[in-house]
């Protein structure tokens, strides 16, 4: 099975945390942290940074490493590694996503996250 390589951002403001829609693709619908696919030879914080600046058009501060969850897929292995992040500044511009929220450590169950996610999701409600 093939194993893709990712990024993810997990935004923090004021103790919220920022939760993305996909807008595309097989996962239409599904809430996830954005971020992207790693590279060929790409560093991991540089493929954060410009993923965040492909989707949202923002800057961010790579704070903290959280975790690498490993999922299985039923067509592919997802490596996905996950950082705390905060914003450079409070623009941000959805230009991939259809929708986005901030969600406090009582709403995280609110939204219908992708399956890989979820464990980093009870992951968060110890930490934010
Ligand atoms: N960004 C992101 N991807 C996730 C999360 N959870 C999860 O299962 N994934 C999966 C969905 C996708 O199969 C893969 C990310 O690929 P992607 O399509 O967003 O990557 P990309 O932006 O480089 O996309 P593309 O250029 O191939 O269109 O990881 C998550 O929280 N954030």
Not at 1 to 30: C, L, N
Not at 45 to 73: N, P, S
Not at 103 to 111: A, C, F, M, P
Request: overall charge negative; glycine content about 6%.
């Amino acid at each position: 099975m093939k194993t893709i390589e990712v990024v993810a951002a997990i935004i923090i403001k004021d103790e919220k945390v920022f939760a993305t829609q996909r807008g595309y693709g097989e996962f239409v619908d599904g809430w996830e942290f954005p971020g992207g696919k790693v590279e060929a030879g790409e560093a991991l914080e540089a493929a954060l940074l410009r993923e965040i600046r492909e989707e949202l058009a923002a800057e961010i501060i790579v704070k903290d490493f959280l975790t690498t969850v490993e999922y299985d897929y039923p067509n592919f292995h997802l490596t996905m590694h996950c950082f705390i992040c905060e914003m450079q500044n409070s623009n941000m511009t959805l230009l991939e996503h259809k929708a986005a929220k901030w969600l406090n450590k009582g709403e995280l169950d609110t939204v219908d996250w992708l399956p890989a996610d979820l464990w980093v999701v009870e992951k968060l409600k110890e930490a934010v």
